[in-house]
């Protein structure tokens, strides 16, 4: 079962790095329900994750999320210790704090420009995430850590992609100066064949020619029927 878990992963991973070019170190943002699973579940986060998921990672959360834990008192005491742990990253609730739930979902707002992975037991907050193209979703189940496989919000979102239906911003500048190249190119294919086609010959000329040589060759019959027309006057 380890290794299908661990080939799995590695598919998933490929697919993220490949359409939204995820690149190490991986940046997880935790919230308290995924570390009281991982504390009841004896897993080291910060010693497995990382193999799971095939590279360097960092763990990181939010003031948001550790003030939610320092909230609900004794009872997630041991989740709070572990998220102390990780790097805050900056949120926009300095001075409101909001639920943790709410705080995670503002970190991936605008198509997850920093490539956060979401960790998490909290199963509403799960089915937000993938409603978000280019999330990738871990939760554990049955003492493992499980990367989830791709939403189709994602599986949507890159099919647009490779049918050109929808372009990243970023890319568009660079599309429009490419058609502009090829179609340069092109004009100058035409005008370089036009060139070629007019020092041919000239069909005209020929059809002048072969006109001539008709009436050359019906002048000397003209001439013979007149000798004899003299002959017989004679």
Do not use: W
């Not at 570390?35 to 959360?61: D, V």
């Amino acid at each position: 079962m380890k290794l299908t878990r661990q080939k799995h992963a590695k598919k998933n991973m490929g697919f993220y790095k490949n359409n939204f070019h995820f690149r190490e170190p991986f940046q997880v943002l935790l919230d308290g329900t995924f570390c009281q699973a991982a504390l009841r579940n004896k897993i080291q986060i910060r010693e497995q994750l990382p193999g799971y998921l095939g590279g360097a990672t960092q763990f990181c959360t939010t003031r948001c999320v550790l003030k939610e834990l320092e909230s609900l008192g004794k009872a997630l005491y041991g989740a709070k210790l572990i998220a102390q742990r990780f790097q805050v990253r900056n949120c926009s609730h300095h001075k409101d704090p909001v639920s943790g739930s709410v705080c995670l979902l503002s970190m991936i707002e605008e198509g997850n420009p920093h490539h956060f992975f979401i960790a998490t037991q909290d199963q509403d907050l799960a089915n937000k995430v993938k409603k978000k193209a280019g999330v990738p979703l871990l939760f554990i189940i049955q003492n493992t850590m499980v990367l989830d496989k791709p939403s189709p919000k994602s599986l949507a979102f890159v099919q647009k992609l490779q049918m050109n239906q929808l372009v990243p911003e970023h890319h568009k500048q660079s599309i429009v100066q490419l058609k502009e190249k090829e179609g340069l190119s092109k004009q100058e294919g035409e005008k370089r064949r036009k060139r070629k086609r007019a020092g041919g010959p000239n069909p005209l000329s020929c059809l002048k020619k072969k006109k001539k040589k008709t009436q050359e060759g019906q002048e000397p019959s003209a001439e013979k029927k007149k000798r004899r027309k003299r002959k017989r006057n004679r």
